[in-house]
């Protein structure tokens, strides 16, 4: 089994920064791709950013784009988030997610392990 750990959630001002991390732990797979979610209230849990195994490949959200991030420290087991020119709208609960393979993917449906979630919330 694997447990991820998300962290570094907090609140924020508007157009300020966070940095998320995704800690893995446990029966981690040899090679593993790493995705970020966030699920803001009333609405349903959406994409973010995802990861490939190597790190050479990178996909994100177009309303992240260029503003997030993603990155991996696969020594550490640990994913990163870095969320800069933050918005009102980026307001929600970050998961990250994971799944054993090389390839990134973008539906939630892929992942096989979740985190609890860290809440992001941006003032306006």
């Known amino acids: 089994q694997v447990q991820l750990v998300e962290s570094g959630g907090g609140l924020v001002q508007a157009g300020g920064s966070l940095r998320l991390s995704c800690a893995a732990s446990?029966?981690?797979?040899?090679?593993?791709?790493t995705g970020w979610f966030r699920q803001a209230p009333g609405k349903e849990r959406e994409f973010v950013a995802a990861?490939?195994?190597?790190?050479?490949?990178?996909t994100y959200a177009d309303s992240v784009k260029g503003r997030f991030t993603i990155s991996t420290d696969n020594a550490k087991n640990t994913s990163y988030l870095q969320m800069n020119s933050l918005k009102p709208e980026d307001t929600a609960l970050y998961y990250c997610?994971?799944?054993?393979?090389?390839?990134?993917?973008?539906?939630?449906?892929?992942?096989?392990?979740w985190g609890q979630g860290t809440q992001v919330t941006v003032a306006s």
């Open positions: 997610a994971a799944r054993g393979g090389t390839y990134y993917y973008t539906n939630p449906n892929e992942y096989d392990y």
């Open positions: 446990g029966r981690t797979f040899s090679r593993y791709t």
């Open positions: 990861i490939s195994w190597s790190g050479g490949r990178t």
